[in-house]
């Protein structure tokens, strides 16, 4: 049981290169998120889906696109990096019922120059 | 609209309590919860309230809810080094959404 993965870890891109973040998780939970975090700004919401097929956006989603394309696995998509998008990123799952916490990924470190 | 506001940063004694202060605004908020994230790591829940209770108590760590003035707090007793770490401040939204704050930084002196 991996839990919430994420790839890659790091990357650097140059402003106007597009890229896909890819996320998985093998719990078997309806609700997947996508964060990005900043400096004394916490987590931002860009993205969710609260259950396959559905997505919705967040508190930032422009510049970025999603995809649920199966149960477990969620992308975010950047098509033309601006050096503003530079963060970390985390997904998210969650099963059902406000009790219930978020997993959370280890991260991807996004640098755009 | 939905928002949580923290402190950025406490700086407390090894061996001193640490108190984590955050504000919600949504009061039909039904869970509050508190995340830990170290250094390079991703967030990991650290504990939660129901909105019907004031008080929760797990070892070292005691979350008080003051739902009147929509005041939570985190309590680490006994604080030591391995507590550094950012605090996060969430509150459940509706839609599947949980909100987060901006962190507590916890610093530890010797």
């Known amino acids: 049981n991996a839990g919430v993965t994420q790839t890659p870890k790091f990357q650097v891109l140059k402003t106007g290169q597009s890229m896909t973040l890819q996320c998985a998780q093998d719990m078997n939970h309806n609700s997947m998120y996508w964060y990005r975090q900043d400096p004394g700004m916490g987590l931002r919401l860009i993205y969710y889906?609260?259950?396959?097929?559905?997505?919705d956006k967040g508190e930032v989603p422009n510049g970025y696109n999603v995809s649920r394309l199966n149960k477990r696995e969620f992308s975010l998509r950047l098509e033309s990096a601006a050096p503003s998008q530079t963060s970390v990123y985390f997904c998210a799952s969650r099963p059902p019922g406000p009790e219930e916490t978020q997993y959370f990924g280890p991260g991807t470190r996004l640098l755009v120059l | 609209g939905e928002d949580v506001e923290q402190s950025l940063f406490l700086s407390v004694r090894e061996g001193d309590s640490s108190v984590i202060n955050c504000t919600y605004t949504d009061s039909s908020s039904t869970y509050l919860y508190w995340y830990k994230q170290e250094p390079g790591a991703g967030l990991q829940l650290l504990t939660y309230i129901f909105s019907n209770m004031d008080m929760k108590q797990d070892q070292r760590l005691t979350v008080l809810l003051n739902k009147k003035d929509k005041h939570l707090s985190l309590r680490i007793a006994d604080t030591q080094t391995g507590d550094s770490a950012i605090y996060f401040c969430a509150e459940y939204s509706s839609a599947s959404k949980i909100i987060f704050g901006s962190g507590t930084r916890l610093s530890i002196r010797p």
């Open positions: 889906s609260a259950s396959e097929g559905t997505t």
